[in-house]
């Protein structure tokens, strides 16, 4: 089967294309700018006016990667209009361009933050969406068009919604964590008792790869992840275990750290740092027999050997 993959250049772009390759996919690589990757293609920005045509011909199956990604603090005048232009009109754009070329499956990376921003029980593929800002909406927005274009082109519409992506290369938050684990700093979330979804980075390559192919897949909306999920506490001991570094959690009673949030404008990342946001990923397992390659253990151990080996490289003359 011939790919075209967006956003291949990307965190979890490099490592599909790897695992598609790896499996005898032919792997198209869309990128907005050239970085010297097999059979790539050049597409520019991403939006409602882009040109698709050379990156897809002879395509079968379209993996869609690449959105303006959700940050903090967003500077822009009007973040939905310019999360809408990227992750709405944009998506869409694609999706009608690859019907008209005869691409049979289009596998589309929304994430959980369109099921909300978390609660006490876990989410699933069943329940009403409640996206919370502006990146979740136009996730949202997109799926919704999606299922439009299925139902006039009858292309196959696979859309998949991870919580948070971890694995080598991993940045943001996530390496931000580690960077406190390495250095032995003390954290203060021993009392925290919530429940957090992770997807290492090779689970979700191989859950998109099985969505390609799979009959049963087309149609379906499916929330992935690496099926053991922990409190903020647990993760970062188990962290510390992949790294080889003592585990320093202090036992702040957790609205010590809510007030403390509010007193230094952080209250919604401290929020989200402390509540839950799990998801029951029984669905994709169900349907289409899909079960990850890798423990979270094992994920963590190589997102750990891979920091060590960055920071190796830059200490070297």
């Not at 006490?120 to 949202?140: I, L, M, V």
């Not at 954290?187 to 390609?212: H, K, T």
């Amino acid at each position: 089967m011939r790919v075209l993959v967006t956003g291949a250049n990307g965190f979890v772009g490099r490592n599909l294309c790897g695992v598609l390759t790896h499996s005898a996919f032919e792997v198209v690589a869309a990128v907005r700018a050239t970085c010297a990757i097999p059979d790539e293609r050049v597409v520019g920005d991403i939006g409602p006016e882009t040109d698709w045509s050379a990156a897809l011909i002879g395509v079968e199956a379209v993996v869609h990667l690449a959105a303006r990604v959700h940050v903090m603090r967003d500077t822009s005048v009007d973040p939905l209009a310019a999360f809408r232009a990227v992750n709405t009109e944009g998506t869409l754009n694609l999706a009608r361009q690859a019907a008209d070329a005869g691409v049979k499956r289009f596998v589309f990376v929304s994430s959980i933050k369109v099921n909300g921003e978390g609660r006490d029980t876990p989410y699933t593929e069943f329940d009403p969406p409640a996206p919370q800002d502006a990146y979740a909406a136009s996730k949202w927005e997109a799926e919704q068009g999606l299922r439009e274009i299925e139902s006039v082109t009858g292309m196959e519409v696979v859309i998949l919604r991870p919580p948070l992506v971890y694995g080598p290369g991993v940045g943001a938050n996530f390496l931000r964590l580690m960077h406190g684990v390495e250095r032995g700093l003390p954290m203060p979330f021993g009392r925290v008792d919530n429940r957090r979804s992770l997807l290492y980075l090779g689970n979700f390559a191989d859950a998109i790869r099985v969505c390609l192919d799979h009959p049963a897949a087309a149609g379906k909306t499916f929330l992935v992840s690496d099926g053991e999920d922990v409190s903020s506490a647990e993760l970062i001991r188990r962290l510390a275990l992949a790294m080889h570094r003592p585990t320093r959690l202090l036992p702040v009673p957790p609205v010590w750290l809510r007030v403390a949030g509010v007193l230094f404008g952080r209250g919604a990342e401290v929020n989200r740092l402390l509540g839950s946001l799990y998801l029951d990923s029984t669905r994709i397992r169900r349907e289409l027999g899909w079960r990850q390659p890798y423990t979270l253990y094992e994920g963590l151990r190589q997102t750990a050997d891979d920091y060590y080996f960055r920071c190796m490289a830059k200490q070297r003359p």
